[in-house]
């Protein structure tokens, strides 16, 4: 009996501690994003700060601030003299040995992401690696081009091959395309698969998904 309400115990505290920490981690990671939005503010006066000004506190004012200025930066950028600016900018910044190349790896990394005309992760496929016999799942990010596929026998694809549970580093690989095999779950599900070191299955998470959980 005692060892049975110890199991019951247990299972509602793993439970529990289940449901917290993606809530609690993802709040944390928001709470860490916004205060460092707030501490813009601390670049502005003191006798130009809003709170100098105004007859009362706006809460937030970090954040309200980091959009306005996302957005204003988004519009020189788009206009005329914006476009020649980065241009120009790009230009000197690709004089510096060290600097240019994390500049053009962050800005492609960027543009693939964020980008209408970005590539990003088109889906998820598995194949054999890091050796035949063992596989593991990669996500598309375009095909081969220019000279490394003009080099190559075969038509290959650019994979990213992400790490657990770390997603976000990982090998960029190149796959004759014959040799990876199309999986049916999404690249939402297979990062979730990824991150969770295999515990969370694509068909668990559609069960949740279904029931409203």
């Known amino acids: 009996m005692v060892k049975k309400i110890r199991k019951k115990i247990k299972g509602v505290f793993l439970t529990g501690i289940a449901a917290i920490i993606p809530v609690g981690v993802t709040f944390y990671v928001f709470y860490l994003i916004i205060g ?15 709170d100098q000004i105004l007859p009362f506190h706006i809460p937030g004012l970090g954040v309200i601030i980091t959009l306005i200025l996302v957005f204003i930066v988004g519009l020189v950028t788009k206009s005329y003299l914006g476009k020649k600016g980065v241009v120009l900018g790009e230009k000197l910044v690709s004089k510096i040995p060290l600097v240019r190349g994390i500049y053009n790896a962050l800005k492609q990394l960027v543009d693939a992401l964020l980008s209408d005309k970005g590539q990003s992760f088109k889906k ?65 599900e297979a990062f979730t698969l990824i991150v969770s070191g295999g515990i969370v299955s694509p068909a668990e998470v559609r069960k949740q998904i279904e029931k409203g959980e």
């Open 36 to 50: 460092l939005m707030n501490k813009l503010v601390r670049i502005i006066p003191a006798r130009f700060h809003p």
């Open 124 to 188: 998820a496929v598995l194949i054999e690696y890091p050796r035949k016999g063992l596989y593991s799942i990669a996500f598309v990010t375009g095909e081969s081009r220019g000279e490394v596929q003009l080099r190559t026998s075969q038509k290959c694809v650019n994979l990213f091959v992400p790490t657990t549970p770390n997603p976000t580093s990982g090998f960029y690989i190149m796959v004759p395309e014959t040799d990876m095999v199309n999986l049916d779950m999404t690249v939402e």
